[in-house]
């Protein structure tokens, strides 16, 4: 059973334009969300978080929102820049420090 | 200004060898933590540990065991390797506690192992 769900595997977005990555969840309990960013060869990166009782975190370009009541949280990146093409992982935090990660979602910023 | 090692990036090893994959944090975290990602899957949680000798089973823990002797150590153990246990292993770690720094997890840079 899928806690934590990115249902689009790849999305490709014109340079200088708006990405938007979503994210689904179905546990309640989850009390914080994070996004971490994958180049090849290379571990996991953090990128931006944001705690349950908020609804929106911004990071310059990177900005997230939480929709508690459709579990629902979205990754937007204003401007996408070539460097921004990775995957991008939701992640979950469950009240025992268990972190939960989506399948990822490969972005693609095209020149 | 590496944090988190991984002793082996690249491993390849036959059906039936026991298998460790070592990591090492320096950041004095409490909680360290052994996933694998596999192409559609997605990083998969095989299991964690938030203390000293202390471990917890993830979400797919079959196959594997842990060892956690010092708190900026943390090994898998593959007792017996299968195929289906070719994968990238990563390893990472982060602070304990419900403030917001403990949720950020501190990646290595991967261990990709390949079972024949």
């Known amino acids: 059973d899928q806690q934590v769900k990115q249902n689009s595997p790849s999305l490709s977005v014109q340079e200088g334009r708006i990405s938007i990555l979503n994210c689904d969840y179905t546990n309640s309990m989850f009390d914080y969300f994070l996004w971490y960013k994958k180049y090849p060869a290379e571990g996991p990166t953090f990128l931006i978080s944001?705690?349950?009782?908020?609804d929106k975190n911004e990071d310059g370009r990177f900005t997230v929102f939480l929709n508690k009541s459709a579990k629902h949280l979205s990754l937007h990146i204003v401007p996408s820049q070539p460097g921004d093409s990775a995957v991008y992982f939701c992640?979950?935090?469950?009240?025992?420090?268990?972190?939960?990660f989506g399948k990822g979602t490969r972005l693609h910023i095209l020149p | 200004d590496v944090k988190v090692t991984q002793s082996s990036r690249y491993l390849v090893k036959r059906t039936g060898e026991k298998v460790f994959l070592e990591c090492v944090q320096d950041m004095d975290h409490e909680n360290m933590f052994w996933y694998r990602q596999d192409p559609g899957l997605g990083l998969r949680l095989i299991y964690f540990s938030y203390d000293v000798k202390m471990k917890e089973k993830g979400d797919i823990p079959e196959g594997y065991s842990v060892s956690r002797e010092k708190k900026e150590r943390f090994s898998l153990i593959l007792e017996s390797a299968s195929t289906n246990q070719t994968s990238m292993y990563l390893c990472?770690?982060?602070?304990?506690?419900?403030?917001?720094?403990?949720?950020?997890?501190?990646f290595g840079a991967g261990s990709r192992l390949t079972v024949l």
């Open positions: 990472a770690s982060s602070f304990g506690g419900s403030f917001s720094g403990a949720n950020v997890l501190t």
């Open positions: 944001i705690s349950s009782i908020k």
């Open positions: 992640a979950a935090r469950n009240r025992d420090d268990k972190i939960i």
